[in-house]
């Protein structure tokens, strides 16, 4: 009688037996390397040579009642294989195959196994068809496509060597003899770091994330605001790592406890890259964030932003002004500096005056005095504004109004000749006048003071390589908001993920916009003490566009789907 698992499922090893495919003996030598290796029996199997992969296959494709592939006569798509992470792949011995619309067929060797169906479906955004491949075929085949961690290293290392020093150069100001004896003793850890660089900045990426664990280091991109993960080092490199970008940046090596903050430059033929570096001590050791400050990518030209006409008029109107206040707000990351950067170059001429109290200064302007804020030496905000006031400024600009006393001065400022800006972090920009009032700023000064808030939100573009026609369900448009019935019967657009988005469907990011100018009724309504929705109720009265409804007009103009504006958004 057949032995029967746990479950009413019959034994593989049985099975075989049962069918004459291999004797009693086969099966225990099967058995006794299995639990020595670790490995499943199908795998131990067809690596000793005692049966054929596709008799495994199709018997694992009757218990499971799943369909079988034979991967032998199956040519894989390497774009389709960039969609699943390498280490996920190898951990889990799944590949994907191909792609159908939004379906992608994907081989598994553990039909068993459905909780990786699940975190695959969330890591590729794709509807999942499973399909079981015999796993040592399945296995060559992944370590075929993908390179491991070391291969990784060496793939980096060897594309380094044929880089010319005054290609690729990171800038060392004032290195001392420590820093000198780790490039000469650590070549490999010099050019890996150049390489990681270098390839970031190729790649568009606004950070990199260096991450270490208890047995590996992993580092990963931003990329149009989503995380995405581009190898794992040695975990022995981990020190050597550290200690190579905290010199660089003019770090203390030695003080592994506390967080510190430094920059580098990095020299790519004519172009010279800025990077912020943060550190930060963690259970295995110190992560380490650079943020890419690349001007090549600073777009300064307010009419390339996608503002809508009276937006972008009000904007225009508001920054020409010679006094008031212009505000931007919006949560971390949402392009706020860009925003201001790009107000500055547009008034900053040989006649004005324009001085920037910033922390930190993200990027160098010709023409811009700018200040770094310190507040371990007393150089906060406030103090750097005091200090500006007397210094004959035409504008000023203050990274962010943090608290009372640096709101009242920039006020004051506003008031008697200035023209300021600044940024708040609020959820829109009627809320940013009752966060300023709730500071303790009087309302008669707000009212008086503030000609302009802009909100803005960045969504990803779609991708213009793979653009295609899309049809949103009334249910889907529904999420918009409730007057969403005129959009049902229109086609928009959406990226089906190709090998320029890496499978995500898109590339680049926009803005969303509501820009809040305010008017006689708007300043009334502000000295009448009115809430948050009625001054949003006046202003839309006016003409001004929401978040969501400049996000709703970029749905239909084809720059970025529904997902996007809805995650972004609030109805």
Do not use: W
Not at 156 to 184: F, H, W
Not at 282 to 298: A, H, Q, T, Y
Not at 459 to 465: G, L, M, S, T
Request: charged share 25%; with cysteine; net charge negative.
């Amino acid at each position: 009688m057949a032995t029967v698992a746990a479950g009413g499922i019959e034994r593989l090893g049985d099975i075989l037996t049962r069918e004459g495919l291999i004797s009693r003996e086969q099966l225990a030598a099967a058995l006794a390397e299995q639990k020595a290796s670790g490995h499943r029996l199908g795998y131990v199997l067809v690596k000793l040579g005692l049966v054929q992969e596709l008799e495994v296959t199709k018997v694992l494709a009757r218990q499971s009642r799943m369909p079988a592939v034979d991967l032998s006569r199956f040519e894989v798509d390497p774009k389709i294989i960039k969609l699943v992470p390498a280490d996920f792949a190898l951990k889990h011995i799944v590949l994907p195959l191909k792609r159908e619309g939004r379906t992608l067929t994907v081989a598994m060797a553990d039909p068993s196994n459905t909780g990786v169906l699940d975190d695959l479906k969330f890591i590729t955004r794709y509807d999942l068809f499973p399909v079981i491949a015999g796993e040592y075929t399945l296995r060559n085949l992944i370590e075929k496509h993908f390179e491991s961690s070391d291969q990784q290293l060496q793939t980096i290392l060897k594309e380094m060597e044929g880089v010319e020093e005054t290609d690729v150069e990171v800038v060392e100001e004032q290195e001392d003899e420590a820093a000198t004896q780790a490039q000469i003793n650590d070549a490999p850890v010099v050019k890996l770091i150049n390489g990681v660089l270098t390839d970031a900045v190729k790649r568009g990426a606004s950070d990199i994330h260096i991450e270490p664990f208890e047995h590996e280091i992993r580092i990963r991109y931003r990329i149009d605001g989503s995380l995405l993960e581009v190898m794992r080092p040695p975990v022995k490199m981990k020190a050597a790592l550290t200690s190579r970008i905290k010199i660089l940046s003019q770090l203390n090596i030695a003080e592994r406890r506390v967080p510190q903050d430094g920059r580098l430059k990095l020299k790519m033929g004519n172009r010279v890259i800025d990077f912020r570096v943060s550190t930060l001590p963690v259970i295995f050791g110190e992560k380490i964030v650079l943020r890419i400050l690349d001007k090549g990518n600073l777009t300064l030209d307010l009419s390339k932003f996608g503002f809508e006409p009276k937006a972008e008029q009000d904007l225009m109107r508001n920054i020409l002004n010679p006094y008031g206040m212009v505000l931007v707000t919006g949560p971390t990351g949402s392009g706020k500096t860009t925003t201001l950067y790009s107000a500055l170059s547009r008034v900053n001429t040989i006649e004005t005056n324009i001085m920037t109290a910033e922390d930190p200064v993200e990027y160098n302007l010709m023409g811009i005095n700018q200040v770094l804020v310190r507040n371990e030496i007393g150089l906060t905000f406030a103090a750097a504004l005091k200090a500006f006031l007397r210094q004959d400024p035409n504008i000023i600009m203050i990274g962010e109004i943090r608290d009372l006393e640096t709101g009242s001065i920039a006020i004051k400022a506003a008031l008697t000749g200035h023209l300021v800006l600044s940024t708040l972090h609020t959820n829109d920009a009627a809320s940013t006048i009752t966060r300023m009032i709730d500071m303790g700023i009087e309302a008669f000064n707000v009212a008086s003071a503030v000609n302009l808030v802009v909100a803005q939100r960045l969504v990803r573009r779609i991708c213009k390589d793979c653009k295609e026609p899309h049809k949103y369900s009334e249910e889907e448009l529904r999420t918009l908001g409730p007057n969403v019935g005129e959009l049902a019967s229109l086609t928009f657009q959406k990226g089906d993920g190709c090998e320029t988005c890496n499978g995500t469907g898109y590339k680049g990011r926009a803005g969303l916009y509501e820009v809040m100018a305010l008017s006689p009724e708007l300043r009334r309504m502000i000295l009448r003490g009115g809430s948050v929705a009625e001054i949003r109720d006046v202003a839309v009265s006016e003409g001004m566009l929401t978040l969501r409804m400049d996000g709703m007009k970029k749905i239909e103009k084809g720059v970025t789907t529904l997902e996007e504006v809805v995650k972004e958004t609030a109805a």
